[in-house]
């Protein structure tokens, strides 16, 4: 073999269970290195990618011994941790994983790749009036690397899910390569609420110059896995949940929720499931929905989410006499609370709603940790959580990826978590091809790699 021909080094940081990986591995990238500090992660990552992966807190003195015997690598990957970015959790602004990334800076900064590829939250582009954005651009540029930023959906790359994630590649400066280009879409990612502010940003909503192919839905990955079973690698659920919440699971249809405070057809209301909440009357019926259609209207305050009523304006509203012995009654029930002596639902209280079951024929809400837990997202079709294994194809990994060895229930709610926190593969496949493009302007490739592209590409066809 040439001494010319070769394969691109890659050392990953915070590498997950490596959905970011697994395109890099597929296409025959030469993965050096990996760590993360999640054990679990670890462990599917060697079962599933490369042995070469490790235990490391990246601000150790075992990590940054490890950069320097490394010496050097072609790409670094790095999906550092997003909690205090996230829209799921707090957003503090002094949270010390905001700033492991410059623990990924220092790694580039020592081994000099020619390239990095970064992965976050989108809330990296919105929190904290896009400080962090600016001072991670800044940071590599310090260090001598052209950095750009694009937002994509994963479900642009046939993914079954709406995934937004800010990307990041970093260009050594010295380097003569032609501008790089970004992986186009291949299906269709449109908006959905809340979006229309951001859609503009990047390629998120950019169908680019190719006739895009629906989005993948919910039906078209799981359809053929309704029923649990243990001879299918990872289609289980914990079964951890009360039985009582089966007459739940009956009332909330597909693209509905149990949600009192969104007064709309995909929210069930408590009082309408009196087998787990408590019966009501129909005075008391008609109070409760009153506050649902009227408590976010702007002339009854100014509160976000919703504003109590006074008793005076449910009476006017809902025309029912005696309302205030009606309104003891609901507060006894659990269905109402008093606010300085106005009222508001209570129960079901998050705006997103719980018990969410998505429709079959859409792709999925984000895939989170907690996907295992009915109590926040349904089947579309069952009455139980998505599997370990259909939330894995949800997120598009193959199914011989495998995250458990047994049949330990710590090592299935461990793979929730590792499937909830990943990039999905198609979205990291769709990078280490148009690194590889990149790359091979200058660099004589291995022949494998080629072979890999060449043969995807003529799928596409």
């Known amino acids: 073999m040439s001494s010319l021909v070769q394969r691109p080094t890659v050392v990953s940081l915070f590498a997950g269970c490596g959905g970011l990986d697994v395109g890099f591995k597929e296409l025959n990238y030469d993965l050096?290195?990996?760590?993360?500090?999640?054990?679990a992660a670890v462990e599917v990552y060697k079962?599933?990618?490369?042995?070469?992966?490790?235990?490391r807190d990246v601000t150790s003195d075992d990590f940054h011994a490890e950069m320097k015997s490394i010496g050097t690598c072609d790409i670094i990957l790095g999906?550092?941790?997003?909690?205090?970015?996230?829209?799921?959790?707090?957003?503090?602004?002094?949270?010390?994983?905001?700033?492991?990334?410059?623990?990924?800076?220092?790694?580039?900064?020592?081994?000099?790749?020619?390239?990095?590829?970064?992965?976050?939250?989108?809330?990296?582009?919105?929190?904290?009036?896009?400080?962090?954005?600016?001072?991670?651009?800044?940071?590599f540029k310090d260090i001598g690397y052209r950095v750009e930023y694009r937002l994509f959906d994963s479900v642009g790359f046939g993914v079954p899910q709406h995934r937004r994630r800010i990307y990041f590649i970093g260009v050594r400066e010295d380097l003569s390569y032609d501008e790089f280009n970004w992986p186009e879409l291949t299906h269709l990612a449109q908006s959905r609420n809340g979006e229309a502010a951001i859609a503009g940003f990047g390629d998120l909503f950019s169908p680019g110059s190719k006739a895009l192919l629906p989005a993948t839905t919910i039906r078209e990955s799981i359809g053929d896995l309704l029923q649990l079973d243990v001879n299918i690698a990872d289609h289980r659920v914990t079964y951890a949940w009360n039985d009582a919440w089966d007459s739940i699971f009956k009332k909330i249809g597909p693209g509905q929720k149990l949600c009192n405070v969104r007064h709309s057809p995909t929210s069930v209301y408590t009082w309408d499931i009196p087998e787990y909440f408590g019966s009501v009357s129909e005075p008391e019926r008609n109070i409760l929905e009153t506050i649902a259609k009227n408590r976010r209207h702007k002339k009854y305050g100014s509160i976000p989410n919703g504003n109590p009523l006074s008793v005076d304006v449910i009476k006017e509203l809902s025309g029912v006499r005696s309302v205030s012995t009606h309104i003891n009654s609901l507060l006894a029930k659990g269905y109402l609370k008093d606010i300085d002596g106005k009222f508001d639902l209570k129960g079901a209280m998050f705006c997103s709603g719980l018990y969410k079951r998505p429709d079959w024929d859409s792709p999925s809400s984000t895939v989170l940790t907690n996907?295992?837990?009915?109590?926040?997202?349904?089947?579309?079709?069952?009455?139980?959580?998505?599997s370990l294994r259909e939330c894995a194809r949800l997120q598009g990994f193959p199914d011989e990826f495998l995250f458990t060895s047994?049949?330990?229930?710590?090592?299935?709610?461990?793979?929730?978590?590792?499937?909830?926190?990943a990039v999905s593969p198609p979205v990291g496949r769709a990078f280490a091809k148009a690194i590889f493009m990149y790359l091979s302007k200058e660099v004589k490739i291995e022949a494998g790699i080629s072979r890999v592209v060449s043969r995807r590409e003529a799928e596409r066809v």
């Open 32 to 39: 050096i290195y990996a760590c993360d500090n999640d054990p």
């Open 47 to 55: 079962r599933n990618i490369d042995e070469r992966a490790y235990v």
């Open 79 to 139: 999906g550092f941790p997003c909690q205090g970015f996230s829209k799921a959790g707090p957003k503090k602004h002094d949270d010390i994983r905001n700033l492991l990334y410059l623990e990924m800076r220092s790694a580039v900064s020592r081994l000099r790749p020619k390239l990095f590829l970064a992965e976050n939250v989108d809330g990296l582009s919105q929190n904290f009036k896009g400080a962090y954005l600016e001072a991670i651009v800044r940071d």
């Open 371 to 386: 996907f295992h837990n009915p109590r926040y997202f349904l089947h579309p079709q069952e009455n139980r959580p998505f």
């Open 406 to 421: 047994g049949s330990s229930e710590r090592e299935l709610v461990d793979g929730y978590r590792l499937v909830g926190n």
